[in-house]
C-alpha cells in the first residue's frame, strides 16, 4: 500500500518551453502533496506544499510563477515548470500525505528527471 | 524552525562491518525524526521513524535508531553491512503537528567488499 508514481520518469525538453510533471497516489486519497527538487549529489528541498482544492505554499526563493502546482484531486497533483531553462535541470520527486493513521507520513513517488537542453 | 545535520557526505564501510550514520536536529518543539534511503535514481524509501514511545527504533533491511533527546540525536546503525546497503542516505525532522520535512544533507554509504 500507499504506493506514489509519477510520469515521466525522465524528460528532455528545449530552452524555453513548459513542461509537466504528474505525481498520482495510487492506493490512497492524499490530503497534502509536496514537491521537492533536487540537484546532483545533494539532499531534497522543499519546493511547495499543495493541499487539494486550495493554491499551492511556496517555499521562500521559489518563484510560484515558474513552478506551477495544480493540486486538482486528492490523488493527482502536478508540478509545470514554465519556460524552463537548463539551470531548471534536476531531479523533481513528490510525496504525498495522508492523515489515515493520525501521522501525516509522507510517500514519495520515484521522481522525475528533467533536462533542459 | 528544524534543522538536521549530517557528517561525513561520503562513508566507506566493509562488507560485514558496523555502519554508523550520524543524525543531529534542532527543533524547537517535540521532534518526529526519519531515516529514508535512496538508490540511484529513484524516490525515498522509508528505512525507519521515531514518534513518540520507544527510543530505540527497528527498522527494514536491519536497520535501527536511536532517539537521545538529551544529545538530540537519532543515529542509525546495522551491526553488518551488507553490498545492497550502498546507498544514499537521508535523516529528517519534522515538528510534532507539522508534516513539512526538513532533510540533512545525507550520506554516500559504500560498502567494500
Known amino acids: 500500500g500507499a504506493v506514489v508514481s509519477q510520469h515521466p520518469s525522465w524528460v528532455i525538453c528545449k530552452s524555453g518551453t513548459s513542461v509537466k510533471i504528474e505525481c498520482r497516489s495510487l492506493d490512497f486519497q492524499a490530503t497534502t502533496m509536496f514537491w521537492y527538487r533536487q540537484f546532483p549529489k545533494q539532499s531534497l528541498m522543499l519546493m511547495a506544499t499543495?493541499?487539494?482544492?486550495?493554491?499551492?505554499?511556496?517555499e521562500q526563493g521559489v518563484e510560484k510563477d515558474k513552478f506551477l502546482i495544480n493540486h486538482a484531486s486528492l490523488t493527482l497533483s502536478t508540478l509545470t515548470v514554465t519556460s524552463a531553462h537548463p539551470e531548471d535541470s534536476s531531479f523533481y520527486i513528490c510525496?504525498?500525505?495522508?492523515?489515515?493513521?493520525?501521522?501525516?507520513?509522507?510517500?514519495f513517488g520515484p521522481g522525475t528527471r528533467l533536462t533542459v537542453t | 524552525a528544524q534543522s538536521v545535520t549530517q557528517l561525513g557526505s561520503h562513508v566507506s564501510v566493509s562488507e560485514g562491518a558496523l555502519v554508523l550514520l550520524r543524525c543531529n536536529y534542532s527543533?524547537?518543539?517535540?521532534?518526529?525524526l526519519f531515516w529514508y534511503v535512496q538508490y540511484p535514481n529513484q524516490g525515498l524509501q522509508l528505512l525507519l521513524k521515531y514518534t513518540t514511545g520507544a527510543t530505540l527504533v527497528k527498522g527494514i533491511n536491519g536497520f535501527e535508531a536511536e532517539f537521545k533527546k538529551s544529545e538530540t540525536s537519532f543515529h542509525l546503525t546495522k551491526p553488518s553491512a551488507h553490498m545492497s546497503d550502498a546507498a544514499e542516505y537521508f535523516c529528517?525532522?519534522?515538528?510534532?503537528?507539522?508534516?513539512?520535512?526538513?532533510f540533512g544533507k545525507g550520506n554516500q554509504v559504500v560498502v567494500i567488499p
Open positions: 529528517a525532522v519534522t515538528p510534532y503537528g507539522n508534516n513539512r520535512l526538513a
Open positions: 499543495s493541499n487539494e482544492g486550495s493554491k499551492a505554499t511556496y
Open positions: 527543533s524547537s518543539v517535540p521532534p518526529y
Open positions: 510525496s504525498a500525505s495522508t492523515t489515515a493513521g493520525g501521522l501525516n507520513e509522507q510517500y
